[in-house]
Nanobody, 118 residues
């Protein structure tokens, strides 16, 4: 499956962005889509992930500010990010992982850059 992210950009602290990820190709029913990010000089950090029953999981530190959703008709995954902070700066990727296994992505796109200035 090919994943293509978009929607990143530069915003001021407190602003919002909506990221999109279009998936093309076959995704097995045992795999779910999610988002992770990587800040400069840091390791990967799980952000949000879909569950097989359509429920969602958001990383504790992002709960209340980030929302993940999926439009199956459009094969598109979204990440709504509100009240952005400078520490949210980084490259954001969407990926596929075994449903129910958090953050273990086996495939991901090229990423989209998010820069938050204070």
């Amino acid at each position: 499956v090919q994943l293509v992210e978009s929607g990143g950009g530069s915003v001021q602290s407190g602003g919002s962005l909506r990221l999109s990820c279009v998936a093309s190709g076959y995704i097995a029913s045992t795999y779910c889509l999610g988002w992770f990010r990587q800040a400069p000089g840091k390791g990967r950090e799980g952000v949000a992930q879909m569950n097989s029953d359509g429920t969602t999981f958001i990383a504790d530190s992002l709960e209340g500010r980030f929302t993940i959703s999926q439009d199956n008709a459009k094969n598109t995954l979204y990440l709504q990010m509100n009240s952005l902070k400078s520490e949210d700066t980084g490259m954001y990727y969407c990926g596929t992982a075994v449903c129910g296994v958090l953050w273990k992505y086996n495939n991901w796109g090229q990423g989209t850059q998010v820069t938050v200035s204070s």
